[in-house]
């Protein structure tokens, strides 16, 4: 089990917008900031969003990043094929003293 | 262009070590916080070691403190994760990661087999 908490799979037509969630404590999202990644099949990792909502250069601003309380989101508008990957959630977690990972959401375009 | 050159990955027997190394490039290397994280075959992404710039501050996830350490030096660019008493459930890709924030450049991974 992940300490972060994220839904397995979600899905979407071409255009449409989805929302991507992560749930935590208050060890961890409640007060600290959350970063998303986007890991696309063969490959690395890439930085969505850092600081809640902050998009590295490059990032269209089709992902958006938010926070309340103790849990997150990653919104993506304007849905395309390319954007059939696995996103994940990552947070410092105060009680651990470690980086922490949502267990990833797979996104399938329909 | 930030580079993240990895070697070192490789089959190794439960019990053994292994020494995973990252050469960065493109980037003053000596301001950047740096990790390694990992993906078992199948699962999700895991956060393993952290060290920071001057090496002074390392953390480490709880299933590996006591058996890898993770080291940098900073004259060569470089980045190591020395692990030992390594079991199956090491088995993942290893990847090099630069932060500040974490995972603002990621290397190509180094695929780490444990197994008899």
């Known amino acids: 089990q992940s300490v972060l908490t994220q839904s397995p799979s979600a899905s979407g037509t071409p255009g449409q917008r989805v929302t991507i969630s992560c749930s935590g404590s208050?060890?961890?999202?409640?007060?600290?900031?959350v970063n998303w990644y986007q890991h696309l099949p063969a490959t690395t990792p890439k930085l969505l969003v850092y600081?809640?909502?902050q998009r590295p250069s490059g990032v269209p601003d089709r992902f958006s990043g938010s926070k309340s309380g103790t849990s997150a989101s990653l919104a993506i508008s304007g849905l395309q094929s390319e954007d059939e990957a696995d996103y994940y959630c990552?947070?410092?977690?105060?009680?651990?003293?470690?980086?922490?990972f949502g267990g990833g959401t797979k996104l399938s375009v329909l | 262009e930030v580079q993240l050159v990895l070697s070192g990955g490789g089959l190794v027997q439960p019990g053994g070590s292994l020494r995973l190394s990252c050469v960065a490039s493109?980037?003053?290397?000596?301001?950047?916080?740096m990790h390694w994280v990992r993906q078992a075959p199948g699962k999700g992404l895991e956060w393993v070691a952290h060290?920071?710039?001057?090496?002074?501050?390392?953390k480490y996830v709880d299933s590996v403190r006591g058996r890898f350490t993770i080291s940098r030096d900073n004259a060569k660019n470089s980045l190591y994760l020395q692990m030992n008493s390594l079991r199956a459930d090491d088995t993942a890709v290893y990847y090099c990661?630069?932060?500040?924030?974490?995972?603002?450049?990621w290397g190509q991974g180094a695929l780490v087999t444990v197994s008899s």
């Open positions: 990661v630069k932060g500040s924030p974490l995972g603002s450049h």
């Open positions: 493109g980037f003053t290397f000596n301001t950047s916080w």
């Open positions: 060290i920071k710039q001057d090496g002074s501050d390392r």
């Open positions: 208050s060890s961890n999202i409640g007060t600290r900031h």
């Open positions: 600081d809640n909502n």
């Open positions: 990552a947070a410092w977690d105060d009680s651990l003293n470690g980086w922490v």
